[in-house]
Every structure is written in structure tokens, then in C-alpha cells.
């Protein structure tokens, strides 16, 4: 695989985008919104010491996941010369988010035996 065009690629932009995917979850997961409802379909104690252990780990691992993910967006942004401004890009949000997100999300979640709730939350 030919990967010169890395050189091509915006890495503050992606930097960028993996932060702010970090604050938009951090948001997501917050008291303003979903954390009560989340925290009731996982049956998670905030209060027992265990539910916050390697909270620093998991932390990182998810801002180093959350850089992959912006990374892959954009090599498929890049592959597919997609540079019709901000409607390609949400175009390309929703497409990647509905076909690979949410179905790896679903997959996963039928196997674990999670409430649909969950998924949905």
C-alpha cells in the first residue's frame, strides 16, 4: 500500500477531531445529560471504589481510539477526493457512523447481552 499521501493528510485537523470527540462524549456522559440513564442500564455504582479503577487507562485508551477513528475518516475523506466542504463531511460522518459505528456497537452489545435501551442511550 502506497502511503506518501500520509504526508498530505491534516494532523492538526485530525488531532482536532479526536479531542473534540473526546469532549462531545464527555458531554454525552455527563450529569447534563445521559450519565443517570447510562449508569441505570449498565448497573454501574458510581459510589463503589471499583467503578472508577483505571479510570486514567481507559481514559487515554479512548482519546488513542477516538485519533484512530478521526484518522480513518480522514484517509477515506482524502481516498474519496471528498472536498465539498461540510456537507462531505457530514455525509461522510453519517455514512462511516450508520454502516461501521453503530453496527460494531450493535454486533457487540447482541453478543454481551445489553439492553437495546443501551444501545439507544
Known amino acids: 500500500?502506497?502511503?506518501?499521501?500520509?504526508?498530505?493528510?491534516?494532523w492538526l485537523a485530525i488531532l482536532c477531531a479526536a479531542l473534540g470527540y473526546?469532549?462531545?462524549?464527555?458531554?454525552?456522559?455527563s450529569k447534563i445529560?445521559?450519565?443517570?440513564?447510562?449508569?441505570?442500564?449498565?448497573?454501574?455504582?458510581?459510589?463503589?471504589?471499583?467503578?472508577?479503577?483505571?479510570?486514567?487507562?481507559?481514559?487515554?485508551a479512548s482519546v488513542f481510539f477516538m485519533f484512530l477513528t478521526a484518522l480513518g475518516l480522514a484517509i477515506l475523506q482524502y481516498k474519496l477526493q471528498?472536498?465539498?466542504?461540510?456537507?462531505?463531511g457530514l455525509k461522510l460522518g453519517l455514512l462511516t457512523g450508520l454502516l461501521f459505528g453503530s453496527t460494531a456497537i450493535s454486533i457487540s452489545y447482541c453478543y454481551e447481552k445489553?439492553?437495546?435501551?443501551?444501545?439507544?442511550?
Open 33 to 60: 445529560l445521559f450519565a443517570s440513564k447510562w449508569l441505570e442500564l449498565t448497573k454501574i455504582n458510581p459510589k463503589d471504589p471499583d467503578a472508577t479503577k483505571g479510570m486514567v487507562v481507559i481514559m487515554l
Open 114 to 121: 445489553r439492553s437495546a435501551g443501551l444501545l439507544f442511550h
Open 22 to 29: 473526546f469532549a462531545l462524549g464527555a458531554l454525552w456522559y
Open 1 to 10: 500500500m502506497n502511503t506518501s499521501f500520509l504526508s498530505e493528510l491534516n
Open 82 to 88: 471528498l472536498t465539498g466542504g461540510w456537507m462531505s
